[in-house]
Structure formats: C-alpha cells, structure tokens
C-alpha cells in the first residue's frame, strides 16, 4: 500500500521510512547547473536514471541550459518520459533483446530516440527492426573509456562500425558518447586533468570520423564529477549529469550541490545506552559504496545495516529516544530511488508536493 | 512499464533482466518443508518477506506443516497479506510511529495480528491506539539473541516489559519471538549446537514467565538455517522461515532445498575475448553478501557490478555472444524480490504462470 501523505503535513508527522526531498535545496542545485550551462554552447542533458521521475525531468528542461531532452538506462524508463511528455532520449546502455528493441523503435515514432551501440550486430539488429516499424533510430558509438564496461575499444574499432552502420537504412549515426568514473575525493584538479584525459579519447575519435565524411552532431560525455571540465572542452556537444540534482556523500566533495534527498527514518528500538535500532535498512537505502551519513549529526553513526533496520551509535552528547526520527544521506542515489514509489518534497518542514516515481523499478 | 509476458513463451523469447522462480524445484522445497513439520507439534510461519507474494503465501499454507498464516516484516507487507486473504500475521518488527500503529491495528478487526514489541513506551503507544479502535492486538516480546539488533536484553528486562503489559487493556501478551543468524557455510553439528544455545534463552525466558502465571501460546523463533533444530526444541512453537523456499547461494549449504529463483539476464556487449557485459546490475540483484553465482556454468563469473549491468569473465572452454542468456543466483534473496513487480514462473523452459509480487515496495 502507497500511503500519500497530504500537503501541508508537518515532517513529524510522515509515516516513516519515507524519501524526501528538501525543495530549496533542489531548487538551488538545479538553478546552479542552468545557469552554468546557459552560457556555454554545450548543454546539460540530465539523467532520468537517477530520479526516474517525469515532474523532476520537466523542471530541469523548463529551467534552462539543457539540450531539451534526457538520457534514460533503459528503454522502460524511456518509455516512462516519453509517455509523459519528453521530446528526446538518449539511452545510454546497449539495447539487444529483440522484444525490447520493438519497444525502443516504438518510441521512436513519438520522439527523438538515440541509443548507444557497440557491435555491428546489434546496430543490425536494430536496423531490421526499425525497417519493419518504417521509423528511424539514433545510433551513439559508444566509446569505452577506463571503466572497462561496455564501448568499443579503440579508434579502428570505432572507425569499422561507422563505416558498416553507413550501410544500414533505417539507423543513423548521430554521434559518439562515453561513460567515466573517478574514485575518492579528487580536488578541482585531479578533476579536470582527468576528465580531459579520458575524454580526449571521444575527441580524437570524433575528429577522425569527422575526417573521413562522418557528421557527428551528439558527442556526448562528462558526468557530474566532470560537468565543469566537459563543458568547455571543445566538440563536447552536451553533458549527461544525474547525480549533481538529488546528490549523496559520495560526491560530497562537489560543495557547489546541496544534499537534497534523504531517507527519514524513525528510532524504533534503544537496546542499549550508545545503540539504537531505525527503521531504515539496506531494502531502503543504497550501501554499494559505504553506510550513509546522518543528517546534522556527526555523533550518530550508522554501524551495521540488515535489510529493515539499521544500528546507530550514538555519542555521549546525544539524545536519542524511541520514536525520534533521523534523516539518512546515502552514499549513492542511483539504485536507491528506483525502490521508492514518491519523492516526499519538503519546504520548511512542510509537505509541499508527493512526486510518484513513475520510473521506479524500470530496471530492464 | 510492466511488460507480462504471455503464457507458453519460451524461455529463450523472454524480455531481460526478468525474475524467474523454477516452478520444480519450488514445489520442491515446498514440498520438503511441508512434510518436515507436518510430523512435528512445532510448525513453519513463512515469512512473507522473502517473496511478498499473496499467491505464494496461500500455496504455502495450502501445503499443510504451517500455524496457517504469515510472519511479515512490515505493516505494509501485512496490508497486502490480509488484503489478500491471509487470516494471520505475526509483524516481526516494532511498529512506532503512530500512523503505521493505527494501520496494523486496522488491521487487527480483520485477522489475527500479532506484533514484535521490547519497550514499555511502544507497547503503551499500541494499546492507546488499539482502545480507540476497540480492538485487541497481541504482543509478542523480541529477545536479544546475538544479533545486536532489537529485543529485550535478558530475562530480567522480558519480565520487568510482561509485567507492564499485564496492566494495558487492548493489548495481551501472546508469547516470545527472537531473530538468529549463523556465518559461513556451517554444519549440521555447528548449526545444531548454536541454535539450540542461543534459543535456550528464549526457553529459559518462557520459562521463568510461565513460572510467573504467563500464558504464552507463540513462540516463534528459528529460521532457514535452524528449521530443523528449532522444531524439535520443547517449547518452540513456530518457526520463521523465508529463505529455504526460493533460495540463494548463502544457503547453498542447505542442500536439501533447491535454488528457485534467479535473475535472468542478456550479454549485451563482448569487451574482449575473455570478458560479456551483462544487463543484470546492482538495481535488479542483491550484492549485501558478495556476487552472484551463474547458474549451471562454473567457467563464468561475475568480476564487477554496477548498477545496471555486470562484467562477467569467461573461460577459455565457454563461447558466449551477445544476445546469450545467463541465470544470476542471488547471493541474498530478502533485499532484491522487493525492487521487482513479478516473478515469471518457468517449468520446461516455458512460462507457466506470472505472479505479481504484491508487496513488492512495501518496505515501510
């Protein structure tokens, strides 16, 4: 049972555990990125992984800066922003099941649709579908640079499947993209030292197709961690950032975004004078990289997670009581979200909206 | 968007990352279980966490051996259980907040509910709301038992709790529950012998309460791991049990029951010669305890998990192209059933029935 609670009421009062989203903090990460990309000729084009959700998806293109459209993971998060109302979609995975190439090449007929390709088969793949749909499909080379996941390798690599997709009817090529990461707490320079190296593999790439007759209009790169740096890196066409609107202590580092989404969760058990037990576990929040932090209060630590519950320790200054709540940051928003059915926006300790997470659990 | 598939597909023909259970080998375990406690005075109340299915829930308790209801770890999960049928439900954790206290004692006019309780403040905070319902709710006290979570500490503290419960008037005390665990792959000897210390003092507690006037009708404690030893404790009166029906590698050691469930998914990229990019992630399978296995193929291995996708690294003897097929068994259930909407149940390779997964979410 999804259980609304109405506007206007007070935080205190939420049926927890409950994602919330605190409203001036997001208004203030998603102002921040509009007005650094309103000045550049390079646009931001947000990830709708992150936040799987239509109302957040509009605001961000309505607000300025982007390219007008979102990257999706997977096409049932595609059809999730096409259904309402998103105008174009890059999605950013390798689409190879035939049932769910259908279903991107669908799609395709009411939007804009790329979609990142590594193999000549599975360009072929959907070009055959596409013939049957009588529609044309976006094809994005994507490029493998460090992360040692999808994307071909190298320039030739590159090079063979763009000369073979020309040979193809219904897919076009629109252009390059790639996928990076960077690990620890890096400061502004390491930053952009090292996004300008991996990303200088896309550029090379590109201006070799560019050299052979090929017409690339999408070069997209750059992630949150790296949405500075791909900017203004030229050729770079457009940045796909999911992390920097909601965020989480893995890019706490970036002290430009505000930690806008949170785990509420409520004491429920006090077994002993340091421990306490809450109601929010790993069926709730994300640890892939490390327990979450608690909201405002460095003397409660989150010490062990189970599945339904966590155990906090609380230092010697500290009250804690059954019945109290906490709010948890988590380490990493991605996988998170997807278990949650609304956003619970919060102004003022106040409810002011319930977002459905429309996207929720689109996971193939 | 929730794409079923129809009846009679092919295995082979269906959409990925999908949920399978193996409908042999579930009546397998269903059937083990169910013969086990049918010749015993203890029985099985399945915990309805591990699959959150109504369908499944009603076959186990069809199945004979059970108290003929449900353990459910949350309120939400039991909403669904009695919406759906279930006349019986012990809530395995504290219920505090006093919205989800009011829906569990809905609930009450409806089945028979039964809830974990270890303060005093809580079992009041029930029974306040309880008498403006006009309905009874039963406590069942949580021990400690090594798992530093929640429960009373000792005997002491149950009898201190048993006694002030004496004194509220819509809650009676119905019996004891506590909540095991056991590392590693151990034996039988191993798990006999620790089960048994650390129920002993559940026992001794029920004990000394029953010395004291108490009448305790439940006890409800052991789990997969301990189904077999817990039953034949004098004393114990139920066990809760989840993982022993659809199965993960940590209970490999467990080799009376099969592994049922398993994600299904797609190579979608070929890196390199020795290495596939598969479309099942961190968001579709639970890495809590390390990665998953590959079914039936020892020469495939899962090296790295992101959200949405695995690198998995082949042996020289395994051909394997894009558009293959592989069967991740999970590590750990209890987390990953509840990300996804519905189980697709396979008996010869063919989709023989899809069962929502009717609490999938109901993680509050």
Same mark, same amino acid.
């Given at each position: 049972m999804n259980i609304k609670p109405q506007i206007g009421t007070h935080i205190n009062d939420l049926d927890t555990p409950c994602l919330i989203i605190d409203l001036d903090k997001l208004e203030t990460n998603m102002n921040y990125v509009?007005?650094?990309?309103?000045?550049?000729s390079s646009k931001m084009r947000p990830h709708a992984k992150n936040h799987k959700t239509p109302a957040i998806a509009h605001m961000q293109i309505n607000n300025g800066g982007t390219v007008g459209g979102v990257c999706a993971s997977k096409v049932s998060?595609?059809?999730?922003?096409?259904?309402?109302?998103?105008?174009?979609?890059?999605?950013?995975?390798?689409?190879?099941?035939?049932?769910?190439?259908?279903?991107?090449?669908?799609?395709?007929?009411?939007?804009?649709?790329?979609?990142a390709v590594d193999s000549l088969q599975n360009a072929k793949s959907i070009d055959s579908i596409a013939n049957k749909f009588n529609v044309e499909v976006g094809l994005i080379i994507e490029i493998e640079t460090g992360m040692g996941r999808c994307g071909v390798q190298d320039a030739d690599e590159a090079l063979n499947l763009a000369e073979s997709i020309k040979g193809l009817h219904n %897919?076009?090529?629109?252009?390059?993209? =790639?996928?990076?990461? $960077?690990?620890?707490?890096?400061? /502004? #320079?390491?930053?952009?030292?090292?996004?300008?190296?991996?990303?200088e593999k896309v550029i090379n790439i590109k201006n070799l197709l560019?050299?052979?007759?090929f017409v690339l209009p999408i070069i997209s790169t750059g992630e949150t961690w790296?949405?500075?740096?791909?900017?203004?890196?030229?050729?770079?066409?457009?940045?796909q950032g999911g992390s920097y609107l909601l965020m989480e202590t893995?890019?706490?580092?970036?002290?430009?975004?505000?930690?806008?989404?949170?785990?509420?969760?409520?004491?429920?058990?006090k077994p002993t004078i340091s421990s306490a037990i809450v109601n929010v576990g790993l069926k709730h929040i994300s640890s892939l990289r490390g327990v979450p932090a608690i909201e405002?209060?460095?003397?409660?630590?989150? %010490?062990?997670?189970?599945?339904?519950? =966590?155990?906090?320790? $609380?230092?010697?200054?500290?009250? /804690? #009581?059954?019945g109290d709540q906490l709010s948890f940051i988590p380490s990493q928003q991605d996988a998170m979200v997807s278990r949650w059915n609304q956003f619970i926006c919060i102004r003022e300790r106040t409810v002011e909206n319930v977002w459905d997470i429309q996207a929720r659990g689109c996971i193939s």
């Amino acid at each position: 049972m999804n259980i609304k609670p109405q506007i206007g009421t007070h935080i205190n009062d939420l049926d927890t555990p409950c994602l919330i989203i605190d409203l001036d903090k997001l208004e203030t990460n998603m102002n921040y990125v509009s007005d650094f990309y309103s000045r550049r000729s390079s646009k931001m084009r947000p990830h709708a992984k992150n936040h799987k959700t239509p109302a957040i998806a509009h605001m961000q293109i309505n607000n300025g800066g982007t390219v007008g459209g979102v990257c999706a993971s997977k096409v049932s998060e595609a059809e999730v922003m096409v259904n309402n109302g998103i105008k174009s979609v890059l999605i950013t995975s390798e689409i190879v099941d035939s049932l769910k190439i259908s279903r991107m090449i669908a799609l395709a007929k009411r939007a804009e649709i790329n979609v990142a390709v590594d193999s000549l088969q599975n360009a072929k793949s959907i070009d055959s579908i596409a013939n049957k749909f009588n529609v044309e499909v976006g094809l994005i080379i994507e490029i493998e640079t460090g992360m040692g996941r999808c994307g071909v390798q190298d320039a030739d690599e590159a090079l063979n499947l763009a000369e073979s997709i020309k040979g193809l009817h219904n %897919v076009s090529l629109n252009g390059l993209m =790639s996928h990076q990461t $960077i690990s620890g707490e890096p400061d /502004l #320079e390491t930053r952009h030292t090292e996004a300008k190296k991996v990303i200088e593999k896309v550029i090379n790439i590109k201006n070799l197709l560019e050299s052979r007759g090929f017409v690339l209009p999408i070069i997209s790169t750059g992630e949150t961690w790296s949405y500075d740096v791909a900017a203004d890196i030229e050729g770079v066409t457009e940045i796909q950032g999911g992390s920097y609107l909601l965020m989480e202590t893995d890019y706490a580092y970036m002290t430009e975004f505000q930690q806008v989404c949170k785990i509420l969760g409520t004491v429920i058990s006090k077994p002993t004078i340091s421990s306490a037990i809450v109601n929010v576990g790993l069926k709730h929040i994300s640890s892939l990289r490390g327990v979450p932090a608690i909201e405002g209060n460095n003397d409660i630590q989150v %010490v062990d997670m189970a599945p339904s519950s =966590s155990t906090v320790s $609380i230092g010697d200054q500290v009250s /804690l #009581e059954i019945g109290d709540q906490l709010s948890f940051i988590p380490s990493q928003q991605d996988a998170m979200v997807s278990r949650w059915n609304q956003f619970i926006c919060i102004r003022e300790r106040t409810v002011e909206n319930v977002w459905d997470i429309q996207a929720r659990g689109c996971i193939s």
